[in-house]
């Protein structure tokens, strides 16, 4: 198994997204760009895979170890930490009958007309 693996597989058991995966590698002072790291997660043929080393590997896992655990002068608990990242729920679709166009043009039509003076008419 490569790291390339590891990585995906944690990304996929954590459910982070590439800006979670930034932001653990900021918690250890380990700067990398969205493209580098998008470049970890392309299949083995594409031609801008890369591989992921062994130092991004280790910073990402001791970043965990922060991102869950806490620091010793603010310890975390890991429990609580994954409960706060929730996935956000679907904005609900309403499926109610949309009405026939005869009855929605209907609606647009303003009833209420005065009278109206037309400009070209002859008086007779």
Known sequence: MTNNDVLKKLRVALMFRDDDIIDVLKLVDFKISKSELGAFFRK???????????????????????????????????????????????????????????TQQERRINKDVSNVKYKNKKKS
């Open 44 to 102: 083995d043929d594409h031609p801008n895979y890369m591989e992921c080393g062994d130092q991004v590997l280790r910073n990402f896992l001791n970043g965990l170890v922060i991102y869950l655990r806490g620091t010793k002068e603010s310890p975390k608990t890991p429990g609580e930490v994954l409960s706060k990242k929730t996935v956000k729920p679907e904005a609900k679709v309403n499926h109610t009958k949309r009405p026939d166009f005869k």
